[in-house]
């Protein structure tokens, strides 16, 4: 009799583990709190700081102020950001100097960015720029994970 007890409550007990294992994830390409899109992931902030502090917490988080070379990626960010303006990583040395994207990257895209300051942030209008110590929401990039390891996630 207590033999039989004890296998039933192995076999209870085993259940009940099995129902509380975490089921396995889809092979997520962003972290979660992040939003994909062409090879992408995204953060939008919920505070607002200047362009440099706002850099530092994107690079806190491997990430940078978001780099937005394509009239897509403009145009996906340009659906997220609401109406407040967001700081992108985008800046100038100067109003004679070209604007550069933060990865250097040459941009195939002709971008108009109102304004006259060094440092640019995306808002309804599209591309702006003012001083750089503006508080104002951001936006974070960084690469997609291009491969997520088979042995962490199972393919949706
Ligand atoms: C992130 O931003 C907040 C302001 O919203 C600031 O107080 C904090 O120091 C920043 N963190 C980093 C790592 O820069
Ligand atoms: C940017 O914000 C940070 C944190 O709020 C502050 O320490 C820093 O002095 C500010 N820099 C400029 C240029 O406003």
Request: glycine residues 6%; contains cysteine; charged residues 15%.
């Amino acid at each position: 009799m207590a033999a039989l007890f004890t296998v039933l409550l192995i076999t209870a007990v085993a259940f009940a583990v099995q129902a509380f294992q975490p089921h396995p994830q889809p092979c997520a390409q962003c972290p979660f709190d992040w939003i994909g899109f062409r090879g992408k992931c995204y953060r939008f902030s919920e505070d607002e700081s200047n362009w440099t502090s706002s850099h530092n917490n994107c690079s806190a988080l491997g990430a940078s102020l978001a780099v937005l070379d394509s009239a897509e990626d403009l145009s996906f960010a340009m659906r997220h950001i609401g109406s407040s303006p967001h700081w992108v990583g985008l800046t100038r040395e100067g109003q004679e100097h070209p604007w550069q994207w933060l990865n250097r990257s040459p941009s195939s895209h002709q971008f108009q960015v109102q304004g006259d300051g060094p440092c640019a942030y995306l808002g309804d209008a599209g591309l702006s720029s003012s001083h750089c110590s503006q508080r104002r929401n951001w936006v974070c990039t960084k690469p997609a994970l291009q491969n997520p390891s088979k042995n962490f996630c199972i393919s949706t």
